[in-house]
């Protein structure tokens, strides 16, 4: 049998359960599909992640965090946790364990999805599947020998799950950077291929640096302000909120032991080999060091606030392995980052970039009416797949279903 209905939610993360969520208020009826359960993505993290953005900034509508550690970083249990009963708190129509396998244009108008548990024919549909789709590999991960033990950072778990041996993580974002130093805090031997990615201090003057973000504008960024369509790929600032938050970046990993290595070139006759860019990378990640300084300090112009001391970096040796004997490695930590992957069940003509990404207006596919996205990086701004800013998105798209 077909089942029917209005307005469909494909996920339910922070994304679908958001737009649930303004659905509800607009009072539009709908179900919320989701191929697992509640927060599921959030459950698949390893066992000790956690937020990079103070508890402060979780801000879905109707769900605004108001617990007793405001400037702490809630850990992946804590935030599943929070999803669960934000979603109760609304009883919001999800259904558990139904996975959407295709959504196609129906005849006659509206949407035919084709699901685990049979079909279902709505009239217009909110993709709100998240971020975090397709874990990347770089192309020269094909050049390593099939037995050695190779995963994703959303397979990794903890350093006791994972072979004896070195390990070498590739791709330095904020994943690969938080990964690379538990690994070397439980005495695991690690390398680290590096990619370029922005920096800062976990607190600016007496603030959390996810303040200064905020206030400055920065999350509210356009894809326009981008130079290219790409730039979107870009790693995030990096980070960590473990044991309270602190500083993590690549000199603080070197200082703790890491082997920093340059971008990952391929493998050959049993060893690995790195480009010599590593000074390169790191000079990256200094000029975002400074060009977040000046905006800061503008912003403390501004407001009145302290004079911010922001010290030039430390000097830094960008002499690096060319090589390494992968006999000495029990694993390999592929933290590249996500691409997008509606296209895969996704059946509709014209409706997604060359990169994989939706086109829309304000959420709204310009290539079939009726069809929404929520919770992609970029759809509205920087903050547009985060805790902090997916509920405006989700506004902005009920608000149109709801008219």
Known sequence: MTERADVVVIGAGQAGLATSHELTEAGVEHVVLDRARVGETWRRRWDSFCLVTPNWSVRLPGGIYDGEDPDGYMRRDDIVTYLEAYAAGFRA??????????????TGGGFLLRTSEGEFRAERVVVATGAYQRPHRPTSARTLPPDLVQIDAEEYRNPAALPAGGVLVI???QSGCQIAEELREAGREVFLACGKAPWAPRRVGDRDLVWWVMETGF??????????????????????GRNGGHDLNLRTLRAAGVTLLGHFLGAEDGRARYATDLA????????RYREFGQIFQKLAAERGLPVLELPEPDPFDGRSPEELDLASLG???YA?????????????????????FPIHSDGASTAAPGLYFVGVHFLRSRKSALLCG???DAAVVARQIAD
């Open 93 to 106: 129509p999800v259904r558990e364990g139904v996975a959407v396998e295709s959504l196609v244009p129906s």
């Open 331 to 333: 694993a390999v930590v």
């Open 336 to 356: 590249c980052g996500f691409r997008p992957e509606y296209g895969s069940w996704v059946n509709v003509p014209g409706a997604f970039d060359p990169l994989g």
């Open 280 to 287: 390169e990378t790191v000079a990256w990640g200094d000029a």
């Open 219 to 240: 999350f509210d960024m356009p894809l326009s302000a981008l130079p290219t369509p790409a730039a979107r790929l870009t790693a995030n600032i990096l980070g960590t």
């Open 390 to 392: 997916v509920g405006e």
């Open 171 to 173: 791709g330095s974002g």
